[in-house]
């Protein structure tokens, strides 16, 4: 379920903020200080900035009287809004032992109470449109918060789960379908981007012609058990499957199999969950791989990562909105896995759509300077918060990014 | 003119050769050893590496009684072919004071007597096209050789000039136009790629359509003068115009001007050419920007940077192979610099063409495992020899480039 | 009062390892995980590895029937000690969120339980030897915990005080003293090295002869006001004054000033202290120093730094056990701030002693293995525990450490 | 033979200035321009800042109406003299193509005329002193250049040879000797420093007592076959043997075995000398080792390196000036290879004597701002001039240098 479009903006406010706080609640206050590596963030932090999002772009401007919460928090919770002012090193948020959990769980509450005074009532359109903007920020960061998490806790050789208890969502990439199989698409001159009356990020518009070449997608997502025949190949030993910047990361160390995979002697293999360390499950979809992985496992099976475009005329053949099968989109047996397993790595640099306008003020510093060396992921995985995805979604990480849930889907 | 299309194959190897060995002309045998940085190599080692190119994939396979002019050549002139084997450490190719420049021309003229009785008479057509990529792939290194001698005097705080006499070409980025306009195309649904029946590389395959939006191009390229203003209105110190990688770089000091720029005083400005340190002529274009600084005046100007759909699109349109004007294409005032001044970033990334296949074996990875993390640039540049470029043409660097005769070409 | 001489083990060791837990008492869980730099630990870390110490050391060899408190421990708090086997990587110390600091202290609770069985009644004097080691290293880390604390929190833009309550000690360097005066010492052969019957590391040991020359001490360390005349004499921007090394840092801008002084302004200073932010306090004794800056302000002075045969030698002239002056060796005002201010730099670089031998086994690792590189500081600081330092105590760090308490006393 | 003591000041100008030309006489111009690291420099420098000693600090405070060479000259070949003024980047020196190599000749040449003018007839004894030290600073740089060539060739996979015909020295380590044996010395109060009527450098200087217990040296040097020994017997293999620092660049794999030992297979190792690769010598010297691996092996031997002051002694009692055995001093075997071998490490860190006080000015800057974590070396090399080296003569390296003909002598 998208956030305010069935249910009313103060009630999504609750749902999607109290959300953040049950993901930080198996987590002490040392797990939630603690930073792995300067692209993650701690849970304290994104806490704290997330709040920081509400307080800076609608407290600040709409509230009668505002006065900031701390007047440090402008600078210590700003991501990288230049706009805003200066802010504090991002490989030094793990510094930050003060102020404390309990002192932005305060910072929380005091914002909470005082946005619901704000959209109290009937608020103004442009404040909804705000506060909705914010929830679904809020909503990317608890993915992050989640992969952050993990990665943080793999590095510890204790290997600690994240939660033993019954999780509020599967936090396994995608369960085990059947065999795959090809797709065909037609393609022609599509409509790609948003077209819809709901909220969508600025990267998405402006909605516009591309011209398809017919193409093939798998039906499901490379398994861990098909990817291991490609490292038992010899895959990470052969240069010709490799762009060559991902050789280099062979060659260097980098890359020898998923981030999280654990050798387990005798050609058997462990990997690290936000469960704990598990058995690899050969069916489930092989998970936390850079794009230079994802392209060279292609090329070994013969075939290629799809583009951005191919895999949204795809995703909107196939399904409604909110990620279920359509059924007339069926092609023989069908196709999955596109939402809810893993973000799936496209050929697709990131780079504005035609006609592309990102919005005045610092708000418009949330997707468009980042439109360089980065690559498009689509789908979603099983730390997204239900309803956040859709088909014109465009997630983006750099080419060696792999702490996220990042998997492959193949196209020809 | 184009290598083999109207001379014959001999007189086309003999001409290409020689002109490697007239641009280091000028140059003592010190000044072909040294490497600047990891990025350029040395005369003596482009000089190297474009012969091993024809022994390796020419002499070896289909010469008789095939010997190596010297064994460890295989793998010192190796640039970055995997499957050939070893290759030297690129960083370290300004240690080989060994073999001297005089046994690099000794070199060269065995490989030349050895290609030049391979191809007497009538070769067969896989070997001409063979001596076609390898004369192609030396114009290519002729033009890296003149940005990477600029760039290794540049490093000198004498600044040296590569050569006070004329030489034989133009070495500015491009001659002084007028005023600028807007020149309009339609778009629609386009091919794209190399249709004709001459050289190309493979990344220009295959010809493909492609749906362009209506769009604007200007008419010539951004002058010094223009970015000066833009320097002078405090381009450099405002980070809403950068992409965030951008801004990074200036923030450390690396980028503040074009590379070449040394500031005079007072306002003025000289620049470090190949002729020497010279006042920036403020009619002539722009060069050695990066895709950053390209992509921030571009945003400064409410303009944006062509897509290479649209740049091949515009070219095609507008010229005859070679770079002439097509007068019919002339659009108002015509549309200039298209080639031969300076190459033109885009915002494509380079990536490959719909049914793109690079070649079997080493010699396929000439382009395909570049694709990643680069930008395309289209055009060619004063350095590029004559005939060697065409609309189809892709050239790609890394964003942060700035020793290749790189401008802009503003689209909207 | 040193451990173990007038006091019996049971009590040393009770009071010891109670201070650790007092000396974390006002700080939070997340202020104990978290590491501010690879040279500093965090004060979990250092709860558990001198815990760790004990359990390697004394119950491993020693305990009947001994099991490991948890099995991984070994790797974890493990600082340096190849003979002990896998050590977790120092830079890393900060994302070990588990084991938890309230598991931390029941492991040395556990511990501490188990070695007052093995020392109650008349421990083997083996035994008694190293508990009165452990003991030592746990007051050497007590320093450290003080000082890593404090450059964590000196990492935060709020500078948050370690705490605002009345402390156990003044952990501000050394109260002010009057004027500076010399202090004449003939020199001669002397002997230097721990003679005495108590406790003493193997680094001050054997005791030997050396040679000394006449040479004069300041009665009292460089104060704060002093230095600022430095600073604002160009000292930092005089490279005739500096080590090279040292120059090379200034230019970099690593060094400007004492590591935590902050401009105020209009020529004043403030100084972030454990208490928070204060004014500068320009009669006490500068400290946060590298040797390079101690050196550069002694030569500008016409000064130098003491070898740490010279300070020995007037510390044992001027001092009974325990820092009091000694009556008869004042020379004119007497020497004062031997002891308790500031870590003083000496010219003597950390080397053995003639005849100098490790004990054997793991814990030979303890000093002779550093010996190369780093530089001798004689005394203790305001953060050294009551008892614990002598007249031949040995200190060390390299010459760029600046998050130690230390200051300059001028020789000549 | 010294310089200037038993020859004019004209002979010994001619005679040493002429002697570095001869050693760039087997190099060609490449191999004069290149630098293989930081830390060396190349063959074209060193003829430039040698003479650009004389032209600075003789001819341009002394020449009536001096003019510069080359104005740039003076930053150009300034290796570090902070009161000369800025300095072309050390890591730079590899790029300066320009001047080329006969430039630099033609340099020499003309300060050469000029000083030879400024010294005919009978110079003032400020100007005599000077001229000793630029070619005391000559001889320096002579080393230099053999040292720093032979680590440039070496980086060629080619190996090439400095020079195939006869060289004017010996340039292999030391000829074997016999079997090794301790000299037993008394010690006691010693006198340590220059203390004779020619020259010496500063750095060398007051003599002064020092007291030294007794000690043993080794008859003569670490010979290669006992330094495999120690490899075999997986010397590089054991943390007990090493200096923290030194085990860390083991791990790292910076330190496998002797520099220039080549791994032959099958147990055996060849060498890379300046005559080409050859078989290594078991029975010379053990040589290019670092000061870790220097004290790692004497403490495999139970054994230790001696410090400056030992060694001093030592060679006070056992040598002649100039290296030649003294009878009287020959305890047992007699004492050899003090001289002409190897550079010594010993266990002294570099410092500066008791009342050590360098010149004023720019040229104060030769040695003591260098006397921090470096550490004195004794004796000599193959590589050093004749008649360059003393008793007293302190040569000082960082302890993991390696490109100098460093080696052990052992002590006990």
Request: net charge negative; aromatic share 12%.
């Amino acid at each position: 379920m998208g956030i305010g479009q069935r249910e009313d903006i103060q009630h999504a406010y609750a749902r999607v903020r109290g959300r953040s706080l049950e993901i930080a609640g198996p987590l002490s206050d040392e797990d939630c200080c603690a930073q792995s590596m300067p692209d993650a963030s701690p849970i304290k932090w994104h806490l704290a900035h997330t709040t920081w999002f509400f307080e800076t772009f609608i407290l600040e401007p709409h509230e009668a009287g505002f006065a900031p919460f701390h007047p440090a928090f402008r600078v210590l919770f700003n991501s990288y809004y230049n706009g805003v002012g200066a802010k504090h090193p991002r490989p030094q948020r793990g510094l930050l032992t003060r102020p404390s959990l309990d002192e932005v769980r305060a910072y929380r509450a005091d914002v909470d109470r005082r946005i619901a005074q704000l959209v109290a009532g009937n608020p103004a359109p442009e404040i909804a449109a705000l506060v909705e903007l914010g929830l679904q920020h809020e909503q990317q960061h608890q993915e992050l918060m989640l992969t952050d998490v993990k990665h943080l806790l793999a590095q510890n050789p204790l290997f600690p789960a994240y939660s033993s208890q019954h999780l509020p969502q599967d936090l396994e990439a995608g369960a085990p379908q059947g065999a795959s199989s090809w797709i065909e698409f037609d393609g022609g001159l599509a409509e790609i981007g948003y077209g819809g009356n709901g909220f969508c990020f600025d990267n998405e518009l402006p909605r516009h012609s591309t011209y398809i070449a017919p193409f093939e997608l798998a039906s499901r997502l490379v398994t861990n058990g098909e990817y291991r025949e490609f490292i038992e190949a010899g895959g990470y030993r052969d240069p010709a499957l490799w762009l060559a910047e991902g050789w280099d990361r062979v060659c260097t160390g980098e890359l020898l199999h998923p981030l999280y995979w654990i050798d387990a002697g005798n050609g058997a293999w462990d990997e690290f969950t936000l469960h704990g360390v598990q058995p690899l499950d050969a069916e489930r979809p092989v998970t936390h791989l850079s794009l230079y992985e994802a392209d060279a496992y292609a090329r070994w099976r013969g075939a290629r990562l799809p583009t951005e475009a191919e895999w949204e005329f795809a995703a909107r053949q196939a399904t409604l909105a909110g990620g279920a099968l359509h059924p007339a989109a069926a092609n023989g047996d069908g196709i999955q896995q596109m939402f809810g397993a893993c973000w799936q790595w496209t050929s697709s640099s990131y780079a504005p759509y035609p006609g592309y306008a990102p919005a005045p003020g610092a708000i418009g510093e949330y997707n468009g300077k980042f439109m360089v060396n980065q690559y498009v992921l689509r789908g979603s995985s099983c730390a997204t918060p239900d309803g956040h995805a859709r088909a014109s979604y465009r997630n983006f990480f750099p080419a060696g990014a792999r702490w996220q849930f990042t998997g492959v889907r193949l196209a020809r």
